[in-house]
């Protein structure tokens, strides 16, 4: 750890530029980064006092192929961007964590006497709350056999909660790094840190989300992932430079509401398991899709048809996933954007989460992908996709972000054209990073 006044030095050098550089990709945003860093130090110092201190930084993440597939065990194609938390943090006696999040009240947390995990036992009153999470990241640590001890925090944050880009594990992952990092000497592996952040969302938060946000904010890159045993799950690099290519990836927030849509959310995973349930299997990745396909009579009669039109976009999105991944190792743009662009399909159709069957009047993410289709040129027919460009539905679905791989030429007036429907700054324009959870200095 290094004192306050020598790191805002060391941010000013043409060494941390280059740094930044690398962590962000970005040139244009670099002297922002440096801003945002020298303030999250001063803010550090006027909650904390002047100590010296360690930045961590994770990033959020970007879904690419595998929409609702890693509840079900399937196949995921995603990568981490240059949008992240920091966090300012040093150690601190006595056990006690204190968070302090830009915008919020300040959290504190006491941590058991006895080095064990007994006390930190889920709590009901924590369920859905930031408190609740890490408890949960520095119970999972412990039960691990990873030492955790008390800190104290700023963090500061470009993954807005209900961006689509998962500010949820990406706090995770901070609260993971900064616990390695602090106690551990870095040693707890990226993997271990993401799937510990799927107990703390699952169990202590209450949401039962798979494990691909937190594997994507954690490791970092773009990456296929193969969630068969997701206990030891399969995670491979995949090489693909997005500008070199010509293509900028935009994430639009489409500003609709979320209040009420927590059953829309819910059911998606709850239906898919229903037919897995059938064979008497847990997840879907259970079940052989030829024993699926023929049974589909008998599961439209018992559970109805769209749990089973659901499970139809599971076998084919996780297999769309892996060529996905195929298709950029071997360079074959046009056939990568052809998938990505038949996921956004099915997710339309069979997966049925553009938006809620109980609210057909707002339909922000449909408008948001008919307008992309006209900006784009996708709406003349016909085309090649390198040339257009494709859309698609991103994260969760019903009233929340699209991905957009937008050609470099069209980048401003499909950004243009975003911001005008949803307003000002709705369409982000961002990169793939090759870092996960890391400490930065």
Request: with cysteine; hydrophobic share 40%.
């Amino acid at each position: 750890m290094t004192k306050i006044d020598t790191l805002k030095d060391m941010i000013q050098t043409s060494t941390f530029r280059e740094k930044l550089l690398d962590i962000y990709v970005d040139p244009g945003r670099i002297d922002r980064e440096i801003s945002r860093y020298t303030n999250a130090l001063e803010q550090f110092r006027k909650q904390f006092g002047d100590v010296p201190v360690s930045i961590f930084s994770a990033p959020g993440r970007t879904e690419i192929g595998g929409n609702h597939t890693d509840h079900q065990h399937g196949n995921v194609l995603a990568a981490s961007i240059n949008d992240d938390a920091i966090a300012v943090a040093t150690p601190r006696e006595g056990g006690v964590i204190r968070v302090l999040s830009e915008g919020y009240p300040m959290i504190e947390l006491t941590l058991p006497s006895s080095g064990t995990g007994e006390e930190l036992h889920p709590l009901p009153e924590e369920e859905g709350t930031t408190k609740g999470l890490i408890r949960g990241m520095a119970a999972g640590l412990l039960d691990r056999g990873y030492r955790i001890g008390g800190f104290d925090a700023y963090i500061t944050s470009e993954v807005l909660g209900g961006s689509g880009l998962s500010s949820s594990a990406a706090f995770e992952t901070l609260i993971g790094t900064i616990l390695s990092g602090l106690y551990n000497e870095l040693s707890v592996d990226a993997v271990t840190i993401a799937m510990i952040g799927q107990y703390a969302e699952n169990i202590y938060f209450g949401k039962p989300c798979g494990l691909m946000d937190q594997m994507a904010c954690s490791v970092g890159s773009l990456c296929f992932m193969d969630f068969r045993d997701p206990e030891n799950p399969s995670i491979t690099k995949v090489e693909f430079d997005l500008a070199a290519a010509g293509f900028c990836l935009c994430i639009t927030d489409t500003k609709g509401s979320h209040a009420d849509l927590t059953p829309d959310y819910a059911a998606v995973p709850a239906e898919m398991k229903s037919v897995a349930a059938y064979f008497g299997k847990s997840c879907l990745a259970e079940v052989p899709e030829e024993q699926f396909t023929a049974a589909i009579p008998k599961l439209r009669t018992e559970l109805g048809d769209r749990p089973v039109l659901r499970a139809i976009h599971f076998y084919e999105e996780s297999k769309r996933a892996a060529a996905e991944a195929f298709a950029l190792h071997a360079k074959d743009i046009e056939e990568f954007l052809r998938l990505v662009r038949a996921s956004g399909d099915s997710s339309f159709k069979y997966l049925q989460n553009v938006y809620t069957s109980r609210d057909v009047q707002h339909q922000n993410v449909s408008l948001a992908l008919a307008v992309s289709d006209s900006v784009l040129g996708l709406a003349k027919g016909p085309a090649s996709l390198t040339e257009t460009g494709v859309a698609r539905v991103h994260g969760g679905g019903f009233a929340g972000t699209i991905q957009a791989f937008v050609p470099a030429s069209k980048k401003d007036s499909y950004r243009n054209a975003m911001n005008a429907l949803f307003g000002e700054g709705s369409c982000m324009v961002l990169q793939i990073r090759k870092y996960g959870g890391i400490q930065v200095l």
